[in-house]
């Protein structure tokens, strides 16, 4: 089983994320408090792509409302980007932790390659109603499900590519020779999380930013 099972016919945007509410396409619904799909409008020129929800997009049911949101917030900011034509979503709609000692606290645990796979339905039925300019993915996880297992941030962080050209399993995301989508670009970076996790904060905060300014001069192009 996977996403594809819960997949509507023919749905808009809206459509995709009420019909996300009742996905149980892998075991992380049993545990997560709801599942949390995305937000921003169908028309946007930028996409972000992360890993998944953290405890308070658990909680609130928004993509990227918690700590590691708003470090982003003021990441496009700096970076020149419009949050007004930006579409925020994850790899994987629902939260997977573990619990800590004494069984209150949530500890963020990464997606596997069968989570991300069962998933990923939800995020190609996304591309097929989306035409962004710029898809950025944020962190290891969300660049492996867009660009392939092989991709490595490390290795190609702040590199504008060709999207969907670039992706693994491109036909996947390619909405047909007339939608404008081969002119489109991608490009991979850091999550937000891992700068709150840095030792050095500061450079790694300017490294977020500087790989954001990329997709920004793209957009502006």
């Known amino acids: 089983m996977s996403a594809a099972d819960f997949l509507p016919d ?20 049993e545990n997560a408090t709801q599942t949390v799909f995305s937000k921003g409008p169908v028309s946007a020129r930028l996409v ?38 930006t579409y925020t979503t994850n790899a994987v709609k629902h939260f997977k932790f573990t619990t800590g000692a004494g069984g209150k606290r ?24 989306l035409d962004p300019e710029v898809v950025v993915a ?8 867009l660009f392939g297992p092989s991709f490595r941030v490390t290795r190609s962080r702040g590199v504008l590519m060709p999207w969907p ?38 450079a790694a905060y300017a490294g977020l930013v500087g790989d954001l300014k990329v997709a920004a001069q793209a957009l502006a192009g």
């Open 165 to 202: 050209a670039s992706a693994a399993h491109a036909e996947e995301f390619d909405r047909g020779e007339d939608d404008g989508s081969e002119s489109a670009f991608a490009l991979a970076t850091i999550h937000p999380s891992a700068v709150l996790r840095a030792d050095d904060r500061e």
């Open 48 to 85: 972000l792509v992360g890993e998944q929800p953290g405890d308070v997009e658990d909680q609130r049911g928004e993509p990227f409302v918690g700590p590691a949101g708003k470090l982003l917030d003021r990441a496009v900011a700096e970076a020149g980007l419009d949050p007004a034509h």
């Open 138 to 145: 944020l962190g290891a996880t969300a660049a492996k499900a």
């Open 10 to 29: 023919r749905a808009d945007l809206d459509g995709l994320r009420t019909a996300a509410r009742d996905c149980k396409g892998c075991h992380l619904h």
């Open 106 to 129: 949530r500890i963020h645990a990464t997606p596997d390659a069968h989570e991300i796979g069962a998933c990923r339905p939800w995020l190609v039925a996304e591309f097929a109603l």
